[in-house]
């Protein structure tokens, strides 16, 4: 396994010993079985520790043998991101027992459809809760703990809908809206202290089961490379980690080849 | 009291009958003593029969008495924008007891300004509650009774945070960037069933006690004009609603002459 | 004739005097026979000496002709708006012979649509010549005698080509967007000199016989107010010239009701 | 020097062999010493023949040496990019002599800044010129050899002002929100052909020694990676042209950590 050092030289970099090497950490919370999964394996195949979240750890079983099978090293955390107790627990305990968070991705999701007098208070609240708040709570304590170290990058994964608040997608719009807005002032705030804050705005379809069996017109309609394969997405959020930081981006857009461009 | 016809002819109008005249309804959510004030009495002035809503009822007395001696009419509601319940309320109260709602405007406040690592999640959560949950209610309810009706004008008032998120401005961006996603999601969904949604972004400070007490330095720098002032901005409110639907506006910044143009 | 007085107070605005009233002046640069005909129509019936420029002045006789007939004052003037000398002495002249500039419009149009590979040189210059370096000529001009004044108004006619790059539209859009970004510097530079500039975006078809015989499927599935009607347009530029100080807008987008929003 | 295949597989790759390898052609207008340089250096590094191009070819010496040095191959072009029939020959000529172009540049720049009153004509041309009509004759003649062959990475240096019409900016914001347009134009047409168009926004100084001449109090009060290095952001180049298709980016941002968010 190849150890990276990250954002700067090995000296000063944070992380454990392990058989003489210095691994640094990282962190997904959402670590669903597309995006998230993608970019946990990229992450430890760059020699990170690796740590995932979703709300079921035992879901999160087959990622952890899989990174482990490779000869990456990762663990996995059952944490309702929607419930401060346990997002700041999570981030406690991975810093006590793991090491210094370097990368940490906040990837919920979270779209829901309906128009709008269909949609209920409940399913509004709830859109925004894992798109939003979620965020929130990740995004403070990432910099909780990173702030006084000076370095580290936070991703936000964001969407289409973070950008334009299409017809039917009032909840989950104004849930992107608001983390795209978080990601924002986080940057403002922590930039300047040496943390890289980036908004990836996913602006396609992700090729995932789930898209596969809802829109099979449109798969069919493309060549594999017509949808956004999350291996291909973890380059990116990767590339982003490794800049200088004389050169951060903050915001970037990844869609397919093929897909109109409507951020635009 | 000159009585316009909003909207369409007078054949078609929807409003009541007083001594011989229509009168079409509208409402204020959010009837501060600034600009939510402003509005009510430019609508009333218009020969609108203006409802009134804020949490504390009482406070809108004022308010109420001065429309009813300009020769207006003018109601008061004591609503929590953020209780769906209440929401749901007042708006089958007013179409069932006053008249058929021709205007609605959502503008509930809610700027608080933290560090990230200040920020609680009561606090972030009650920021997004009233700049955009109640947002989201007043949207869904005012087109569940206007939509049948294919006529009638929304308007969110926005704030420079709904387009930028700034240092310390997490919360109230977040919310705000909400609330202008449910803006542009509303008017995709009922634009084309006749329903005009605006989106006002007040990007500058507005002539208030409060600004005048926390920025005073700001203040004295400029002229009276140099503030935003609550009857100006009411008239291009005004102006928007009496837009003909083959030109409607959907979104539009409003600042003072001399203030920087953060928005853009 | 009704005459207003646009921005000020009668004791301190410009104009001359006819018949014992002030008129106040304004110019459209690029009076087409849509919008620019109807801005001018409107700012003539608001009591303004209306002075109208195309690069065919015969072709401006009908519109004096008109506004004439309805009781007001209208002035046609040959002027290629590409041309430096010529924009400038239109300026010059109409200062020295009509009277100050209170409302000045660039409301020159230049769409064209071709493939990249189809695009000559020449043509990308000449979009761009009739959009941006037009616009330039004019807004110069305009500024160096409304500046010393403190007061006045800027039009420039925006497009969707102006937010968004379309495919065949590099040339338009190239324009567009250059003159959005000469109005946002002139409103940066002027704004708190106490000139109103104004950027609308004009976001659908316009009622046209162009556009009707180009498009007739489209315009045939619309009723008529689905289209964009010049005169309802000008509604909107006369309510954002009557903006107090304190409250003006930069930019506002106008589309009818059924269009997709493809701005936001 | 390791040889990369750019996009696809090395069975399809464009390209000549030299000593049994194949290298794949890059071509950088407005190769100045600082960005322009910085990428010529990276593309030749990866393996790249790489074509560097300017007004005055014999600047473009010492860069050619320097590449030689390090064990790269590199070709100087003198191009006004500018004048259309040089930038027609420098793509005929590359094509036919040098190698297929695999990645394209368009780099030149043209920032001036005066107030309205004081920008001549001749002054708001040739900005234009410059920063848009070049950007137009190079993607239109990229894209005459790189469409048939379906792959290929056209990249256009974007600014702040591509974004933001900053006071005193007129011109050359009108050029670079030009620019903007037109890559977003060609992205659009193109994209789904298999190209990759990319515009990188430079959203703060980069060190070069007309910035430290000019803003020295700026340059002083950071330190060296406060400023954007020239390098450093080729990095993000490269890992943008080495993104798969299924996963492009069409537009991000590049500051420097400490540098205030200007184009959000």
């Known amino acids: 396994m190849h150890v990276t050092d990250g954002k700067a030289g090995r000296q000063d970099r944070p992380g454990k010993f392990y058989n003489g090497r210095i691994m640094p950490t990282a962190l997904v919370i959402g670590a669903g079985d597309s995006l998230g999964a993608a970019l946990a394996r990229r992450f430890a195949r760059e020699g990170f520790e690796t740590c995932v979240a979703r709300r079921n750890a035992d879901k999160l079983q087959p990622l952890v043998e899989q990174i482990a099978a490779a000869g990456g090293k990762a663990h996995a955390f059952g944490c309702d991101a929607r419930r401060e107790e346990q997002v700041v627990a999570l981030f406690e305990r991975i810093e006590r027992d793991i090491g210094p968070l370097e990368i940490v991705v906040f990837n919920v999701g979270g779209n829901i459809r309906f128009g709008l007098l269909e949609m209920t208070a409940q399913k509004f609240f709830k859109a925004w809760e894992m798109a939003c708040f979620a965020g929130f ?32 997608f009032s909840a989950f719009a ?89 951020t635009f």
Do not use: N
Request: hydrophobic residues 40%; without cysteine; glycine residues 10%.
């Open 137 to 168: 709570l990740s995004a403070r304590e990432a910099m909780k703990h990173m702030a006084s170290r000076g370095r580290g990058t936070l991703f936000f994964t964001g969407a289409t809908a973070g950008l334009r608040g299409g017809e039917g």
């Open 174 to 262: 104004a849930g992107k809206f608001g983390l795209r807005a978080l990601a924002q002032s986080t940057a403002r705030e922590f930039g300047r202290q040496g943390i890289h804050v980036a908004h990836v705005v996913i602006d396609g379809p992700i090729d995932t089961p789930f898209v596969r069996e809802r829109l099979p017109d449109m798969v069919a309609s493309r060549p594999a490379d017509g949808l956004l394969q999350p291996d291909d997405i973890a380059d990116t959020y990767w590339a982003i980690h490794q800049q200088k930081r004389s050169a951060w981006t903050f915001e970037l857009d990844i869609r397919p080849w093929m897909e109109p461009m409507t």
